[in-house]
């Protein structure tokens, strides 16, 4: 159980184009979702709590404009970089919170995006 | 705001060897989770441990909370152990994990 999906696992895409990036929790409900970056041999950084059915919450330094979050549903999340540039190249992952299991916290696989 | 210190950043063991990864942190916690991140980016969850010890096969952890820190212990080591292991804590219910910079392990056979 606590298993979350996301698609796709890898994108390229040329600058100034947009990218959606889908999270899904598939065997719970997750009222809230976060979206982390991670760059080459450092850790986890947040980007974004989503919270179903509200905006959601940025954190310091991370532009709203560009990483567009939204969570429509208590299943999926998503993350659309827009006018992406090649410093956006990342690994992007996704998590949610199972409620019924104390709040821990389950990771998607990542989206490892390219702008060329 | 809460910091995570993990130690050592790296470790290099031959297989079979046993490892004690450290994780402090600097303020009281209500969650603390140790994953594994595979070669391929994925985060396993290997324990959810505020506080106590749990085990799980060859990995067992214990959480001290009241002196702030956790230990991962790693008994008769794998190559497929090898891979980045994090630390992360969360100060209160509704709030936001917080990693540390996590622990590099490479296991040669």
């Known amino acids: 159980g606590a298993v979350v999906s996301q698609h796709p696992s890898w994108v390229i895409c040329k600058s100034g184009t947009s990218v959606k990036i889908e999270c899904r929790s598939l065997d719970f409900q997750a009222t809230t979702m976060f979206w982390y970056r991670q760059f080459p041999k450092q850790s986890l950084m947040l980007m974004a709590t989503?919270?179903?059915?509200?905006?959601?919450?940025?954190e310091q330094g991370v532009e709203k404009d560009k990483f567009l979050i939204n969570h429509a549903s208590l299943t999926l999340s998503t993350l659309t970089v827009t006018s992406a540039h090649p410093e956006d190249s990342s690994f992007y992952i996704c998590?949610?919170?199972?409620?019924?299991?104390?709040?821990?916290?389950?990771f998607g696989p990542g989206t490892r995006l390219t702008v060329l | 705001g809460i910091q995570v210190e993990q130690s050592p950043p790296d470790l290099i063991l031959q297989e079979g060897a046993n490892s004690t990864l450290r994780c402090n942190f600097s303020?009281?916690?209500?969650?603390l989770q140790w994953f594994h991140q595979n070669p391929w980016g994925q985060l396993i969850n290997l324990f959810y441990i505020p506080s106590g010890t749990k085990q799980n096969g060859r990995l067992s952890a214990t959480t001290v909370a009241t002196e702030r820190y956790s230990l991962l212990y790693i008994s008769s080591s794998q190559t497929t152990d090898s891979g980045v292991y994090f630390c992360?804590?969360?100060?209160?219910?509704?709030?936001?994990?917080?990693f540390g910079q996590g622990t590099e392990l490479s296991v040669k056979p």
């Open positions: 989503s919270n179903e059915g509200s905006k959601a919450t940025y």
């Open positions: 992360a804590v969360r100060y209160n219910q509704g709030g936001k994990l917080i």
């Open positions: 998590s949610a919170r199972d409620p019924d299991r104390g709040h821990e916290q389950f």
């Open positions: 303020d009281s916690v209500n969650n």
